[in-house]
C-alpha cells in the first residue's frame, strides 16, 4: 500500500479478515483512495456500517466510525448527519444490510434525499453468515438457502435508489477499479443522497457455491459481463440483455435534506438559530 | 419569574427535555406519546435543535444514537409497540454506552391491545426487553410537574453515566392536565465527560463511567456493538466480556446514591405499606388518606426510580411492616421484585389489568380485608 | 518497482492473473513474488486491485 494511504487506516488492525480474494478490500481501497483524491479532512468524516462482511470496513478505516447493527447503518448516519452536517458522512453496507432487512431505511433514506454516500457492496450473498442468497442474488443461483437453485428475483437496487429518491446513483466493479473510485469521490462530492454499487466477487461462498472459478475468474467475469453507460446507450435493448450497466446512471439537483431543515430553523429562528 | 400553565404529562416531558438541553429528537407517531413528538417538532427548531420523523421506531432509535454520538443531547418517545421495536438498538445504545432517554408513554397491551387506555405493563421490558445482560435506568412521573422535573433528571442521568435511560410515563400522566410551575432558576444540567488527553474511550474512569469522546474533532472514535475492549475494538477475551457485562450492571448499581429516587406519605409508623408508582401511586395517596381516616396506619412508598430496583431501600422501609401491597396496572411486574426482596408472605399484590385505574378504594379494601 | 507484503498476502492470485507483463507468480507459500522487477511498466493495477493492501508499486 502507498505510503500516503496508510493514514486512512487503522493499521494495527490489519491485515482485515476478509478471505483470500474477496472484493471488500478492493472496494475500501476505492474508498481511501477516493477520500484521498477528494482530500476530505479525516477529523470531519464519519464513516458508519451495518453488520456483515462488508460492515466490517468501518473498523479498519481511521475516521469516527460506527459498526451499528445490522440493517440500521443508514438510520445512526441519518441522525450523525441531521445533527451534524458539517461532517461528511459515508454509509458501507452490504447487499443484505442495505436491502434485506435495511430496505426501510434505504428507501426512505433517498426519500429524503439527505446528504449522505452510501456504498453497496454486492457480493450477491450473505457471506458473513456463511452464504444465503439475499435479495440481490441472481434467479437461479445456488446459495446454502436456495440448494435447488434461487426462484427469487433480486431487486435493482439502482432502480429501486432512483425510484426512492436519491440524487446520484452509480454502479461499478472491482475490476473497474480506476472508475470506481472516481465514482464514489462524485458520489461523495454530490449534495444529496448518494449511492454506489459496488459489484464485488466473493469466492469463497458464492463463487464456490457456483462455480464461478477463483477471484481472478470472477473479477473477468465483470470484465466481460459489464458495459459503460455510454455504450450502452448506443445498443438496442435486446443486445443489453444480461449486460449490466456501469458507471454514473443517475444524477439530479434536487432540494438536500439538512440545507432545507436548515433553512427551517433560519425562518423560525429569523436567522440567528444557533 | 416562574412560570405557570396547565398542559398534558406529555407536553411537560417535552419542556423538560428541551429545559435538560436536549436538542434532537427523532420518533414515529403512536398513540398515547404523539404529543410528544409534535410538541419538539415545534419547538426545537426554535432553538436550534432538530426535530425528525423516521420511518419506523428502530430507525428513529438508530437516528437518535447517531446524534448522541455527534455531540446532541437526542431522545425519542414511543408507547408499547414502538418501544418493542427500540429493543434491539437500546441494548446497542446499552453496550455502547451511548447518552440518550426512550420515554415510553404505556397503554394497554399485550399487541395493539388498548391504544388508548392506560397499562404499566411494560416495566419488565423496560428492564430486560433487549437481549442480554446489561443495566438499565428507568425512572416513573406520576404528575405532570414531575414529567418536565424528572425528564431533566433523565437527560441527565444518561449524559452522567453514558447510558440509555427508560422514561416510564404511562396514559394517565401523559395525557392528563394539570398545573405545571416552571422554575425561574435554570435547572443543573449534567453535560457528558470528555477524555483526559490519552483517555481511552471505554476505560472504566474513576467510577466505572468512561468518557465519551466527540465526533469531528479528530478522535476517531470507533464504536462497535460487539463486545470491545477499552481501546473500542472488538475483543473475543473471555476476560474482557466478562468485565464488560459487570461494569454495564454496576456503573449503575454502584452509584445508587446518585439514581435512587422515591417519595413517602406516612410511612415512619406504618403497620401496611403500599409499593406504587406511576399513575397508580395517585391512587395509593388517597386510599392512605382514606385509610389513616379510618385510624388505619397505611403508607405509601411511591417508587420513582424503578431500575435498578431500589431492593435495599425496600428491605429497609418494609423491615417493620406488617404487609405490603403492590398497586400496579399489569399482571405483577413489580409485586414479583418485591417479593423477591421481601418473601411471599409479606406481599399482596393490588392488580388491575382492565384499562381501568386502580380505585383508592380498591386497595382500602385489600388493605382492611388484611387488617380483619 | 514491486514490493509486496507477505504478511498482508493471501495468495488470492488477483495480481497473478491480471499483471499485463505476467511477472508475478505465487511462491511455494502461496504468497505474491515477483518473477522480474525489470518487466515492470509501473502501470499500478497489482497495487489498485489488490485487495489485501500487500502490494506498493514504486514509481521511479
Keep these: 500500500m502507498n505510503e500516503t494511504l496508510k493514514k486512512y487506516f487503522r493499521m494495527n488492525r490489519l491485515p482485515h479478515i476478509w478471505c483470500p480474494g474477496c472484493g471488500n478490500g478492493i472496494v475500501v481501497g476505492a474508498l481511501v483512495r477516493a477520500i484521498d483524491k477528494l482530500g476530505l479532512n479525516p477529523d470531519k468524516t464519519s464513516i458508519i456500517s451495518g453488520i456483515g462482511c462488508s460492515s466490517r470496513s468501518s473498523g479498519y478505516l481511521n475516521f469516527d466510525t460506527v459498526h451499528t447493527a445490522h440493517g440500521r447503518a443508514l438510520t445512526f448516519a441519518t441522525g450523525l448527519k441531521l445533527a451534524r452536517p458539517d461532517l461528511n458522512v459515508i454509509v458501507l453496507t452490504g447487499d443484505g444490510d442495505a436491502t434485506a432487512i435495511g430496505g426501510n431505511h434505504f428507501i426512505h433514506a433517498a426519500r429524503r434525499n439527505i446528504d449522505l454516500t452510501t456504498i453497496v457492496f454486492n457480493n450477491n ?86 462455480k464461478l472459478g477463483n477471484a481472478p475468474a470472477m473479477m473477468k467475469w465483470q470484465k466481460e459481463n459489464t458495459i459503460s453507460v455510454k455504450a450502452a446507450s448506443k445498443l438496442p435493448a435486446e443486445q443489453l440483455a444480461g449486460k449490466v450497466v456501469i458507471g454514473e446512471l443517475y444524477r439530479r439537483q434536487a432540494p438536500e435534506y439538512t440545507a432545507e431543515y436548515q433553512k427551517v430553523i433560519d425562518r423560525v429562528t429569523g436567522g440567528n438559530g444557533q | 419569574m416562574s412560570q405557570t400553565m396547565l398542559v398534558q404529562g406529555n407536553h411537560a416531558c417535552a419542556l423538560g427535555a428541551l429545559a435538560a438541553g436536549v436538542r434532537f429528537f427523532a420518533g414515529y407517531p403512536i398513540t398515547p406519546s404523539t404529543e410528544i413528538a409534535e410538541i419538539l417538532a415545534k419547538e426545537l427548531p426554535k432553538v436550534g435543535g432538530k426535530f425528525i420523523q423516521m420511518e419506523d421506531e428502530i430507525a428513529s432509535m438508530g437516528a437518535i444514537c447517531g446524534a448522541s454520538l455527534g455531540g446532541f443531547k437526542a431522545i425519542t418517545a414511543t408507547s408499547g409497540p414502538g418501544f418493542s421495536l427500540m429493543q434491539e438498538l437500546i441494548g446497542y445504545a446499552s453496550l455502547a454506552e451511548i447518552p440518550l432517554v426512550i420515554v415510553n408513554v404505556q397503554r394497554g397491551g399485550p399487541s395493539t391491545g388498548q391504544p388508548t387506555s392506560p397499562s404499566q405493563s411494560d416495566v419488565m421490558q423496560a428492564r430486560w426487553g433487549s437481549h442480554g445482560d446489561r443495566g438499565v435506568i428507568a425512572l416513573v412521573p406520576s404528575s405532570v410537574q414531575e414529567s418536565y422535573q424528572l425528564m431533566i433528571d433523565a437527560v441527565n ?122 399513575c397508580s401511586a395517585r391512587s395509593a395517596e388517597e386510599a392512605v388518606r382514606m385509610a389513616r381516616e379510618k385510624g388505619i396506619k397505611a403508607g405509601l412508598l411511591r417508587l420513582i426510580s424503578i431500575w435498578p430496583f431500589p431492593s435495599d431501600l425496600i428491605e429497609e422501609k418494609c423491615a417493620r411492616v406488617k404487609k405490603v401491597f403492590v398497586a400496579e396496572m399489569n399482571y405483577g411486574q413489580v409485586t414479583g421484585e418485591v417479593t423477591k426482596v421481601l418473601g411471599r408472605s409479606k406481599v399482596q399484590p393490588v392488580l388491575r389489568v382492565d384499562t381501568q385505574m386502580i380505585t383508592p378504594r380498591q386497595i382500602l379494601e385489600a388493605i382492611t380485608r388484611e387488617g380483619n | 518497482m514491486v514490493i509486496i507484503n507477505t504478511k498482508f498476502c493471501k495468495g488470492c492470485q488477483i495480481c497473478v492473473d491480471f499483471c499485463p507483463k505476467h511477472i508475478i507468480k505465487l511462491d511455494d507459500m502461496q504468497k505474491a513474488q515477483i518473477i522480474d522487477q525489470s518487466k515492470c511498466i509501473s502501470c499500478g493495477f497489482c497495487e489498485l486491485r489488490c485487495p489485501d493492501y500487500a502490494i506498493t508499486v514504486v514509481k521511479e
Excluded at chain 1, 151 to 172: C, H, M, Q, W
Design chain 1, 125 to 210: 450473498i450473505y457471506g458473513m453468515t456463511g452464504g444465503q442468497y439475499s435479495p440481490l442474488t441472481p434467479t437461479h443461483s445456488k446459495a446454502t438457502t436456495s440448494p435447488y437453485g434461487h426462484i427469487e428475483n433480486p431487486f435493482d437496487i439502482t432502480e429501486l435508489a432512483k425510484a426512492s429518491g436519491a440524487s446520484y446513483v452509480a454502479r461499478g466493479t472491482t475490476y473497474h477499479t480506476l472508475e470506481l473510485i472516481n465514482l464514489i469521490a462524485d458520489a461523495i462530492s454530490h449534495k444529496g443522497f448518494s449511492v454506489v454499487e459496488a459489484i464485488t466477487a466473493c469466492p469463497i461462498s458464492f463463487g464456490r457455491q457456483n
Design chain 2, 157 to 278: 442521568l444518561a449524559e452522567r453515566f453514558r447510558t440509555p435511560v427508560i422514561f416510564l410515563m404511562d396514559e394517565v400522566v401523559g395525557h392528563m392536565r394539570e398545573k405545571l410551575v416552571i422554575p425561574k432558576t435554570t435547572p443543573t444540567i449534567i453535560n457528558r465527560r470528555k477524555p483526559e488527553p490519552g483517555e481511552l474511550p471505554y476505560a472504566p474512569g474513576p467510577d466505572g463511567v468512561p468518557a465519551l469522546p466527540p465526533f469531528g474533532e479528530g478522535y476517531h472514535f470507533h464504536v462497535t456493538g460487539l463486545i470491545h475492549d477499552e481501546t473500542g475494538f472488538p475483543t473475543g477475551s473471555p476476560e474482557v466480556t466478562e468485565k464488560t457485562i459487570k461494569r454495564l450492571h454496576q456503573k449503575l448499581e454502584n452509584n445508587m446514591d446518585e439514581i435512587l429516587r422515591y417519595d413517602e406519605l406516612h410511612s415512619a409508623d406504618a403497620e401496611y405499606l403500599i409499593i406504587s408508582y406511576g
